[in-house]
C-alpha cells in the first residue's frame, strides 16, 4: 500500500514518540508498504526549524536525506497540478501545509496517516 505521511506521523517515528499510535507504527513499519513524505512537509520542517519550534541534530538538508533514506521513505514532489487542486478543496480550514497533502492524497490516491481529524471532512482517506 502506498501512504502519505503526514508532517506530525513522520517527525513522530523517526523521534519514536510515544504520541505516534500503534496503529500507524504498524503501517510504518511494514516493508511491503510504500512510504512518502510530501515536499510540503520538508518546507512546514524548515519553517518550525527556523522559527525555533522544531530542534534538528544536524544540517536540515543532510538530516532529512539521511532519515528519509533510513526509513525507506520517498519525497513526494509538489507538482503544478497539485498545487492548482487546492483550488477545488473546499475551505474546511486554511492550512497551506495540509491543504497541499490532501491535495496530494486525492490525485495520489494515497491514504494519509495523521492523527488530524480536519483531514476526515475532505474526501480522503485517513489512517491513525
Not at 499510535?21 to 512518502?36: G, T
Not at 515536499?39 to 536540515?60: F, N, T, Y
Not at 507538482?79 to 497551506?96: F, G, I
Amino acid at each position: 500500500m502506498r501512504l502519505l505521511l503526514d508532517t506530525h506521523t513522520f517527525l513522530w517515528w523517526i523521534e519514536d514518540a510515544p504520541q505516534l499510535s500503534e496503529h500507524a507504527r504498524r503501517l510504518i513499519a511494514d516493508p511491503n508498504n510504500d512510504l512518502f513524505l510530501s515536499a510540503a512537509s520538508g518546507w512546514e520542517i524548515a519553517i518550525k526549524a527556523q522559527l525555533g519550534k522544531l530542534r534538528v541534530h544536524d544540517e536540515l538538508e543532510r538530516f532529512l536525506a539521511e532519515q528519509l533514506s533510513m526509513n525507506q521513505i520517498s519525497a513526494l514532489p509538489i507538482t503544478m497540478y497539485h498545487a492548482l487542486h487546492v483550488k477545488r478543496l473546499p475551505l474546511h480550514h486554511r492550512d497551506p501545509f495540509d491543504r497541499m497533502l490532501i491535495a496530494q492524497s486525492q490525485l495520489e490516491a494515497m491514504p494519509i496517516i495523521t492523527m488530524d481529524r480536519i483531514f476526515s471532512r475532505y474526501h480522503v482517506e485517513t489512517i491513525w
